[in-house]
């Protein structure tokens, strides 16, 4: 069982949007502005699409978004395109024993 | 371009040790702000940090693989290395090499490599 808790799927036609959410403790998403989220394509790496909760790193589209409330953060896709169909998954710094969790992956579809 | 390449066998006995190497090229690893470790996920299943050192020689481990856990770097090859000590089939994933920034992200990746622990 993971740390973090998503739900297992999630989906959304071509150009509407979707949230994702990423629930922890206030020992890892509560208490840290450390929330980071990934997609990961079929038998591909992992690529980092969020980090600090809501930055994206250069080269992420601004469709991609990220927040949190309390133990609570969320990955917002918007204008759904066929590409963005992958499994995304949450990561959050822990403080110690673990330092790092992540959350168990959200299956998106684009319909 | 930073890189991350790694590499070792892909097929490991029970309670035989695991070694993995990861080659970084295009930055050194030596390079201030930057930790560099190892995540890996099991077939059809999600990601676990498996720990993550820096160069200066401190390291951090999940306490969960901490008995069985080696992360190591050597700056004159520029690379890092894992050993993970008495695996059994539990520990089949694909392994892969990061670099993690100060806010424990995780911003590049390896490839990955598929480690099968099988006798």
């Known amino acids: 069982q993971s740390a973090l808790t998503q739900p297992p799927s999630a989906s959304g036609s071509l150009g509407q949007s979707v949230t994702i959410s990423c629930t922890g403790t206030s020992s890892d998403v509560g208490g840290y502005n450390y929330v980071s989220w990934y997609q990961q394509h079929p038998g591909k790496a992992p690529k980092l699409m969020i980090y600090e909760v809501s930055k994206r790193p250069s080269g992420v589209p601004d469709r991609f978004s990220g927040s949190k409330s309390g133990n609570t953060a969320s990955l917002t896709v918007s204008g759904l395109q066929a590409e963005d169909e992958a499994d995304y998954y949450c990561s959050s710094y822990a403080g110690s024993n673990p330092y790092v969790v992540f959350g168990g992956g959200t299956k998106l579809t684009v319909l | 371009q930073l890189q991350l390449q790694e590499s070792g066998p892909g097929l490991v006995k029970p309670s035989e040790t695991l070694s993995l190497t990861c080659t970084v090229s295009?930055?050194?690893?030596?390079?201030?702000?930057?930790?560099w470790g190892w995540i890996r996920q099991p077939p059809g299943k999600g990601l676990e940090w498996i720990g993550t050192i820096y160069y200066g020689g401190s390291s951090y481990y999940n306490p969960s693989l901490k008995r069985q856990v080696t992360i190591s770097v050597d700056t004159s090859k520029n690379q890092l290395s894992l050993r993970l000590s008495s695996v059994t089939a539990a520990d089949t994933a694909v392994y892969y090499c990061?670099?993690?920034?100060?806010?424990?992200?995780?911003?590049?990746w390896g490839q990955g490599t598929l480690v099968t622990v099988s006798s």
């Open positions: 295009g930055v050194y690893i030596s390079d201030s702000g930057y930790y």
């Open positions: 990061t670099r993690q920034r100060s806010d424990w992200s995780f911003d590049y």
